[in-house]
């Protein structure tokens, strides 16, 4: 059986628009990230999953300990559903319900760990609820991994922490651990312009040469700094854990002798962003099916639905592509609809009303925002499904 019909057999008793995620490849990804971390913890960022069933399976695993949460409310939830008492929020929160909630929660403070880059960030947390009236707060020190070849004049890299050189790291420490309530936990650096860019995007050899060498002096840089950053921070507390990375350079960052975790999501998922990855290529794990309802011509079929657009600056990689049939591309005049998605190419022609078309989302976790539940596919049958955050009646922004 090929791999579309295996598809269509198996979810032959649903109605599309469906989600899915091939339980084999998802296990094969994640096994990979495994082989590729060398032995170095994987903390699961549930940002790029965002179902509680399959952020409990990577953790299941050998060699994934910890959640990666993008929500300080996501956190507490997850916590609570009793996935893992080791979560660490990794990005800043001004989410003053959930604030009050930790800090008067002495296992959730005990489990949880708060990003921050900035003093005000405490004066934040303080104006929720003083250090008397709660539990002390664990937090994460922001490392900006961005690569400056010139100074401030350029900067290459995502605008996360504006904390860049390590002395200023340590400053932000001595700080930290002069304040009552609080205590340091971990560090974290996260090198988007290594771990989410693609160095061998499609049809741009030059394009993709540039970024190869960009990378490399990027990853030496950062190396140095982010040792440099540990050491000056340890002067002033320990530090339980030094989180680095993602998807895209595990096996760059796990050689450091610094990091003591890599993150990784994506690459449980597969989406199409991954594909323009020299180095690896996760399988195709988590697809969509839409149906078709048109014919406008021979060449064209029109699905129901699909205007997934992944988040990041728009073009065309940030759109939804054909998985299954083969030889079928989005309308460049159209791309993908709200409430339909013309294709175009030679696979069209067999095509019938009430046929499937299967898709990969750009992004990973993004498409469950899409999805009440993710059906589970496990060789040629399925096994279930699982709600999604959505499902659960979960959005965290």
């Not at 950062?222 to 339980?240: D, H, M, N, S």
């Not at 019938?352 to 596919?377: P, S, T």
Request: net charge neutral; glycine share 10%.
């Amino acid at each position: 059986m090929d791999a579309r019909a295996r598809l269509d057999a198996a979810t032959a008793q649903l109605d599309p628009p469906l989600a899915l995620v091939d339980l084999d490849a998802f296990d094969a990804n994640a096994a990979d990230l495994e082989a590729r971390a060398a032995g170095t913890p994987l903390r699961v960022a549930s940002k790029s999953v965002r179902v509680r069933a399959l952020v409990a399976r990577a953790l299941a695993r050998p060699g994934w300990s910890g959640v990666l949460a993008y929500a300080l409310d996501e956190a507490l939830w997850l916590h609570e559903q009793g996935v893992s008492d080791d979560i660490v929020v990794g990005y800043p929160t001004a989410d003053r319900g959930a604030l009050d909630r930790l800090g008067s929660d002495d296992a959730a403070a005990a489990a949880v760990t708060l990003m921050i880059d900035d003093v005000a960030q405490l004066d934040l947390i303080d104006s929720v609820r003083p250090p008397a009236a709660r539990a002390p707060i664990r937090v994460c020190l922001e490392l900006d991994a961005a690569w400056r070849p010139a100074g401030r004049a350029v900067h290459v890299g995502t605008r996360r922490s504006p904390v860049h050189a390590a002395g200023a790291l340590a400053d932000l420490a001595r700080a930290v651990a002069a304040r009552p309530g609080f205590e340091i936990d971990g560090l974290m650096a996260y090198e988007g312009q290594i771990a989410g860019l693609g160095d061998q995007p499609p049809g741009a050899r030059v394009r993709g040469a540039a970024i190869r060498a960009m990378q490399r002096r990027s990853a030496a840089e950062l190396a140095e700094r982010r040792g440099a950053a540990v050491a000056a921070v340890e002067q002033v507390a320990p530090l339980r854990f030094v989180n680095g990375g993602g998807t895209g350079s595990v096996h760059l960052t796990t050689a450091e002798p610094a990091i003591t975790e890599v993150a990784a999501g994506s690459g449980l998922f597969g989406p199409t962003l991954f594909d323009a990855y020299a180095a690896w290529t996760p399988r195709p794990a988590a697809l969509f099916a839409l149906p078709v309802v048109r014919r406008p011509t021979r060449r064209i079929a029109t699905l129901f639905s699909g205007g997934y657009i992944a988040s990041g600056p728009a073009g065309p990689d940030r759109q939804p592509s054909v998985h299954l049939p083969a030889r079928l591309r989005l309308l460049s005049a159209e791309g993908a609809g709200e409430v339909q998605t013309p294709v175009r190419g030679r696979a069209a022609g067999s095509l019938r009303v009430g046929d499937r078309v299967w898709l990969r989302h750009a992004k990973a976790g993004e498409l469950c925002e899409r999805f009440n539940e993710v059906h589970l596919l496990a060789g040629s049958a399925l096994t279930g499904s699982a709600p999604t955050y959505r499902g659960e009646g979960r959005a965290f922004g």
